[in-house]
């Protein structure tokens, strides 16, 4: 008797360790962390700040319910905008916090800084932002739910060509590889179409544009396509003081209240491609982000903001087609076609980008306003 006892002890025992197993290994990840590398401080500071607050909109409702009973942790890491300092925030985040998902970074050269150990490590990066056209060939743990400047490049070139009627244009560019990029997706479609070019490009942190801009006065373009980020206001400025009466045309970047403020009037009647993000979009999903935002910040959310929060959905959909394995991960993000997020349907390509709807905006009595919301492509791509 005493051996049958001890038998369905040993029995029970194995049992409950057995459900005791299960149980544990259903729990885990109890905690899915993700790092997000941005801009907290430094000169990008400010997009780094509406991208957090769109990722941590998306977190809160993310959390709410769960991914397979989980929760994403976020772990932020301040890159200044400057590529040594991404990777820096790379390798901590890896190393230290055993991270396998990044969110950002935000700009380009700090993606391609970074996008040659995560391809070696196997890490996944989801950049919102990160537009230049090399990031397409960066490798294939590098996703962007952004367009590519190779097509908002384009429809600014087939926008000034045929909409504008202009065929000299002159481009102004920050002198780094987002604006090489964007200069040369510029370039190369107004060119082909049957117009000619002028160029002047400027380094990340001058303030003096007005060698540069008398330049391009001396050489009286009828337009200029100018690529930067929160220096342009103070570009539009001095284009006005020296007496430039050229239209301007930028890209999404532009809608930024900070530029507005800064170049005053000199910014009425710019006009700028943008992606498909609509503050009074009747659509669900961007009527409830759109209200939840400026109730919290008293202002309406921009496209970093917008990028940034369908990112952390983005993710959080391929978490729950495929779980918390990076392999499995990666597949799932291949595989979304379709995604309804707040810039749009989102739909990835065997190289991780994205297409969307490219549209024209216009600076109208100090507001952003839209004048085409999907620009028609006429010429081939």
Known sequence: ??????????????????????TQTKKKPEEIKIGAILPLTGDAAPYGERAKRGVEFALEEINKKGIKGNRIKIIYEDSQGNPQKAVSAFLKLINLDKVKFILGPLSTTEVL????MAEKEKILILTPTASAPQITKAGDYIFRNCVSDLFEGIVAAEFIFKKLNERRAAIIYINNDFGIGLKESFKKRFISLGGEVIEESFERKETDFRA?????????????FLIGQTEMGQILRQAKELGI???????????????LQVAGGAAEGVFYTYQGFDTKSEVDVVREFTLKYKEKYNENPDIWAALSYDAMKIYAEAFKRDGFNVEDTKKALYSIKGFIGVVGETSFDEN???????????????????????????GEK
């Open 1 to 22: 008797m005493k051996k049958i006892w001890i038998v369905i002890t040993i029995i029970a025992v194995v049992a409950l360790a057995i459900v005791l197993t299960v």
């Open 113 to 116: 800084s970074i996008a040659p």
């Open 212 to 224: 540069l801009l008398s330049r391009i006065k001396s050489k009286d373009p009828k337009v200029i």
């Open 245 to 259: 009466k050229s239209q301007f045309v930028s890209f999404s970047a532009f809608e930024d209240p900070k530029i």
């Open 352 to 378: 991780g980008d994205v297409t969307k709807p490219i549209g024209i905006k216009k600076v109208e009595n100090g507001n952003f306003i839209w004048i085409d919301k999907k620009y028609e492509l006429e």
